[in-house]
């Protein structure tokens, strides 16, 4: 079992950066692919990028060039840098431990001028 709590979500206007970060705890962090979703109001949770236990990262294709996933396997946290953000990145944003199906609760970005 892992437990995951985000944080560093919030308001921003278009154009703006904010930094999700994501603390595991309860399971080897290191041992585990992880990976940040979202969720917009009335549509699908989508994957939005992911990081290998080796540091391999993926992204959909909607954030490439903007959005930057990282992790720190001493403090157990991944994070997700967002720049350039757009009103079509406003979701709630959910951290995953792919092998394990676990998200946490979810953090609200909004984009919004």
């Known amino acids: 079992q892992v437990q995951l709590l985000e944080s560093g979500g919030g308001l921003v206007q278009p154009g703006g950066s904010l930094t999700l970060s994501c603390v595991a705890s309860g399971s080897i962090f290191s041992a585990y692919t992880m990976a940040w979703d979202r969720q917009a109001p009335g549509e699908q949770r989508e994957q939005v990028a992911t990081?290998?236990?080796?540091?391999?990262?993926y992204y959909a294709d909607s954030v490439k060039g903007r959005f930057t996933i990282s992790r720190d396997n001493r403090k157990n946290t991944v994070y997700l840098q967002m720049n350039s953000l757009k009103p079509e990145d406003t979701a709630v944003y959910y951290c995953?431990?792919?092998?394990?199906?676990?998200w946490g609760q979810g953090t609200q970005v909004n984009v919004s001028s």
């Open positions: 990081i290998t236990r080796g540091g391999s990262t």
């Open positions: 995953a431990a792919r092998e394990l199906d676990s």
